[in-house]
Nanobody, 123 residues
Framework: QVQLVESGGGLVQAGGSLRLSCAAS????????MGWFRQAPGNEREFVTV????????YYADSVKCRFTSSRDNAKNTVYLQMNSLKPEDTAVYYC????????????????WGQGTQVTVSS
């Protein structure tokens, strides 16, 4: 069992930056791939990014490429999402997910979820 706790959300103006954190606890020694997803009101949850256990590979949704950067510190069991050049359309609840492989994260199969953190970008 893995527990995930997101933090770092808030209100920011368009063009600003935020850094989200996702701290993992529990059975974290298994080498999980970690992902970020987001869900805006009335919309389905959508993929943002995924990073492998080693951090050597990251993949991003086209909508956030070149603006968002995912990284991780395995010694701290924490994954980060640096969000720059934020747009109003980035407003959503951001969720962290952990899976044994990035494919599982991408497919949202057998993954652990955090409770989410709200990001609001004002125009």
């Amino acid at each position: 069992q893995v527990q995930l706790v997101e933090s770092g959300g808030g209100l920011v103006q368009a063009g600003g930056s935020l850094r989200l954190s996702c701290a993992a606890s529990g059975r974290t020694s298994s080498g999980y791939a970690m992902g970020w997803f987001r869900q805006a009101p009335g919309n389905e949850r959508e993929f943002v990014t995924v990073i492998t256990w080693s951090g050597g590979n990251t993949y991003y949704a086209d909508s956030v490429k070149c603006r968002f950067t995912s990284s991780r510190d395995n010694a701290k069991n924490t994954v980060y999402l640096q969000m720059n050049s934020l747009k109003p359309e980035d407003t959503a609840v951001y969720y962290c997910a952990a899976g044994v492989d990035l494919v599982y994260v991408l497919r949202r199969e057998n993954v652990y979820w955090g409770q989410g953190t709200q990001v609001t970008v004002s125009s």
